[in-house]
């Protein structure tokens, strides 16, 4: 039964794709709204009977190899898929009026939905294959959209790099089915599973594959890159497809992981280092949506640590609850940009709170849930990782830097916040919306009441199976709030400093910060620029000069005055000698051409 209400909801999100007179954006809208209210069926039987469901629809076997293609129905896919649906929905509901202007409003809608038919692909996948159908359709997608925009340079540019970067990750997950198949004989992943210990190489392969998708340290550059494409395009990117891709990939094979504590390391090190970094990126970065970017990236390095402790049900938790204050960041912004004309700098708005109340009051309950505020969403499950890594047998060092990165996801909330609400408009003067009658409201409302509720919701229907002992002394109970308490303090304090008292100046870690530590610089323009200039001097200096000019004119000139010089040589100071030689070849030329015409 279980299966039979999934594959009808399937087909429901198919329906617009298959049938042409279905093609059009309410309709697209509608049909999202009929397959979100049908996922919650199959999902509250699960949470019922909490029964794990694979379906079996084709096998395939070979004289070595065995591969069922079905769909797995378990915690992971019947808590996701639900939310996935709602967030999609509104943000379909949220495109209808953003781009109301866009000639292929039609095709866009049908994008989104291909979008979260990629990812559902992915998130209900038995076997390696099927995952891997998902992971690629979810990157074909993604570079469809974010280059949506196509007649200006930098989405195509956006589109290219989110595709390379993801293609550098795929490596790695390439690599890994294929070591799979070599020497497991399987890509079935309860038969991957059945091994006791599963070797480092196809694990660093994993994590390959999920830095790129998940947009780590050292393939991150495309993710704030993407915020060239359309507002929804972003929202459902950061939420609850694409970048949450990776870590769902690890947490799903998180049974492979669990046995190389090498690889809990490096996931534990690499989102360590990508919280941080992410997290000081997003606070000097004065574009809006780049900075929510950022603080996707931040909150992806938290799940990775996560991983890296043997909690994948807390990273999972986390993905759930970020999905809905991180598609309300983004819908936000996208009203915001709307309504000043497009503009994006946080540094040319202010005084929203006057001219849009609902949006602001969204923006800011989405920052507090971000921020992990208590009773929001985002403190559910942030605070308890955060607790679980105080007395987790894990290295100080990785609970210092979840510390800071809390402490400055505080700060660039609170700046946003700052920014975009507060004080004065310092946009020229514009029509002003009606927030009341515009259909853009009510996606808001949806996502900002899951920020409010759904931490509480999904915490007491689904637990992790191993829980972390939770006795602690109130100091370390309350050390995630007050690292979020003293970076608003702090950012309070400086923003009045920069903006009251003093003039504001520019450091040199600002700027670094700014320009992302120059990772785009040395990869994107140091790089090639180099190799452009290796290749310039080999072809003209090299080629050129030393070919080309010494075997042509070089060699002629030399040549000529060689042969001058020894000619002249012999005949230096005696003009009688040059009278008398002029005078033979003149009368020789004389007498030939007698000869040649009597």
């Known amino acids: 039964m279980l299966h039979t209400m999934m594959a009808t909801m399937m087909l429901t999100l198919l329906l617009p794709t298959l049938y042409q007179p279905m ?25 019922n009977l ?53 000639p292929h409003l039609a095709r866009f809608a049908k994008y989104l939905l291909l979008f979260l038919i990629a990812m559902a692909t992915l998130l209900t996948a038995n076997n390696m294959l099927q995952l891997l159908v998902g ?86 550059p495309w993710l704030p890159a993407a915020m060239e494409g359309p507002t929804p395009v972003s929202a459902l990117l950061h939420s609850s497809t694409m970048v ?16 190389s504590p090498t690889a809990l390391t490096i996931c534990l090190c690499l989102g360590a280092l990508t919280t941080v970094f992410a997290a000081l990126c997003a606070l000097t970065q004065n574009d809006i949506k780049k900075i929510i970017a950022f603080s996707t990236s931040s909150q992806l390095g938290l799940m990775m640590m996560t991983i ?64 992990g505020t208590p009773f929001l969403a985002g403190f559910y499950t942030k605070d308890t990782i955060i607790e679980t890594m105080c007395l987790s047998p894990v290295n100080a060092w990785a609970l210092l830097t979840a510390a800071l990165a809390t402490t400055l996801t505080a700060a660039y909330s609170t700046r946003l916040i700052y920014y975009t609400h507060l004080h004065t408009p310092r946009t020229p003067p ?45 100091q370390i109970k ?26 504001q100046t520019y ?37 050129d000069l030393l070919w080309y000019q010494a075997a042509g004119p070089a060699l002629l000139k030399t040549t000529s005055q060689l042969i001058t010089n020894k000619m002249s040589s012999h005949h230096m100071s005696n003009i009688k000698t040059h009278l008398m030689l002029f005078s033979a070849l003149a009368a020789t030329c004389l007498v030939w051409t007698k000869l040649r015409h009597p």
Not at 245 to 259: D, E, Q, W
Not at 331 to 340: A, E, N, P, R, V
Not at 343 to 357: A, H, N, S, V, Y
């Open 23 to 47: 093609t059009t954006q309410p309709n697209i809208s509608r049909t999202m709204k009929l397959a979100t209210i049908m996922s919650l069926a199959p999902t509250m039987l699960f949470l």
């Open 50 to 102: 909490g029964m794990q469901s694979i379906t079996t629809n084709f096998n395939w076997h070979t004289s070595t190899f065995s591969l069922q293609v079905g769909f797995m129905f378990d915690a992971y896919t019947m808590m996701f898929l639900p939310v996935a649906m709602l967030i999609t929905s509104t943000i379909l509901a949220f495109t209808g009026w953003y781009m109301a202007s866009d």
């Open 135 to 220: 992971w690629e359709g979810v990157g074909v997608m993604s570079f469809l959209l974010i280059g949506w925009w196509h007649a200006r340079m930098n989405a195509n540019t956006s589109a290219l790099q989110a595709i390379i970067y993801n293609r550098t990750g795929d490596i790695g997950l390439i690599m890994t089915m294929a070591w799979l198949a070599t020497n497991y004989n399987t890509w079935e992943m309860q038969l991957l599973f059945a091994h006791p210990q599963t070797p480092l190489l196809p694990l660093l392969g994993l994590i390959l594959a999920a830095t790129g998708k998940s947009a780590q340290f050292g393939l991150h």
């Open 244 to 259: 949450v891709a990776g870590v769902f990939l690890l947490i799903r094979l998180h049974p492979m992981l669990s046995t």
């Open 308 to 371: 890296g402790m043997n909690q994948p049900e807390l990273a999972f938790l986390h993905i759930t609850t970020h999905a809905f204050f991180k598609a309300l960041l983004f819908l936000c912004s996208g009203s915001i940009i709307h309504s000043l004309n497009n503009e994006q700098d946080i540094r040319k708005m202010g005084g929203t709170q006057k001219t849009l109340p609902i949006t602001s009051s969204c923006l800011t309950l989405g920052s507090l849930a971000l921020a």
């Open 430 to 474: 514009l029509t002003l919306l009606d927030e009341l009658n515009s259909p853009q409201t009510r996606p808001l409302l949806t996502l900002a009441a899951g920020s409010i509720l759904f931490g509480l919701m999904i915490t007491t229907t689904m637990l992790p199976s191993h829980p972390q002992m939770m006795t602690m002394t109130m």
């Open 478 to 503: 309350l050390l995630a709030l007050g690292a979020t308490v003293f970076g608003l303090v702090c950012m309070l304090d400086l923003m009045h400093q920069t903006t009251a008292l003093a003039v």
């Open 507 to 543: 450091p040199t870690h600002y700027t670094a910060l700014t320009q992302l530590m120059f990772f785009n610089t040395s990869v994107h323009r140091l790089v090639p620029k180099t190799k452009m200039r290796a290749a310039q001097n080999l072809a003209l200096q090299v080629n």
